[in-house]
């Protein structure tokens, strides 16, 4: 990351308040009102602030361990991003396939934009005795730092990473760069010249792997970069239908899209 995150101090220095109010604040502790709450979260969010993470916890002895059934956290942020059949299938394979080796799966939502609710999942995974997180989705970097920074480990699913955070992660995802790739050579291959690139929302993880392959591929074959044939989505089908739709009846000259 290029810039330290804020301590509670320099919130409670922006706030005029404590650093154990601003504390509490964030925890949504009862004894503190909502408008001090309020107050703090939004200068939290202003600053960029992310809760701090121990560097360990406690194990539990060997008896304990046994005893009770292991479980995983599946964090489903979903950014921006529209609930999709492929998110909604990835979450029920993932729960099947733990429960079948014998993990319990706690899954933990995370809209995109709700600070709040982003601070509750983090002291939730903090206090929690899970053996991996399993991101699902996407968050920003910062976010996705916090989550790389706690203890257990981090799994990302079909996401390759963020270059702007720090730290050790696992990832299991598609090769979505030489797929768009393959797509590009493949058209071209067939005699298209004129092709467009419909991605997704700017700056998340598969848009800025399949716009590298397809400004690859073009380079390499040569053929010129229309910024014109450059266009945006939000991965909704229904969206990307109506965008090509658009540029068909707004004349834009085509032959392809990947």
């Avoid at 001090?36 to 809760?51: F, H, I």
């Avoid at 419909?198 to 399949?210: K, M, N, T």
């Amino acid at each position: 990351m290029s810039r330290s995150a804020p301590t509670l101090e320099q919130i409670a220095v922006s706030c005029h308040l404590s650093a154990m109010t601003v504390s509490r604040a964030l925890r949504s502790d009862p004894g503190i009102s909502e408008t001090t709450r309020l107050k703090v979260v939004a200068a939290a969010k202003r600053m960029g602030y992310r809760p701090r993470v121990k560097a360990g916890r406690p194990r539990r002895s060997r008896d304990a361990a046994t005893a009770i059934r292991p479980s995983v956290a599946v964090v489903f942020a979903t950014d921006g991003v529209p609930s999709t059949f492929f998110f909604s299938h990835t979450l029920a394979a993932l729960e099947g396939q733990l429960s079948q080796r014998g993990y319990i799966c706690r899954v933990l939502a995370l809209p995109g934009g709700q600070y709040e609710r982003f601070l509750a999942v983090v002291e939730n995974l903090r206090e929690g005795r899970d053996q991996a997180i399993l991101l699902v989705g996407a968050m920003p970097p910062r976010q996705l730092q916090s989550l790389i920074d706690l203890n257990p480990p981090l799994i990302l699913v079909d996401h390759t990473g963020d270059p702007r955070t720090t730290g050790d992660y696992d990832a299991i995802a598609f090769d979505n760069t030489e797929a768009a790739r393959l797509a590009v050579k493949h058209l071209a291959g067939l005699g298209r010249r004129r092709i467009a690139l419909l991605s997704g929302i700017a700056d998340h993880y598969f848009s800025r792997d399949i716009e590298h392959g397809y400004h690859d591929m073009l380079a390499l074959l040569d053929l010129p970069l229309d910024c014109t044939l450059l266009w945006r989505g939000n991965f909704d089908p229904r969206q990307a239908r109506q965008i090509v739709l658009d540029q068909i009846e707004a004349g834009t000259s085509f032959d392809a899209v990947v």
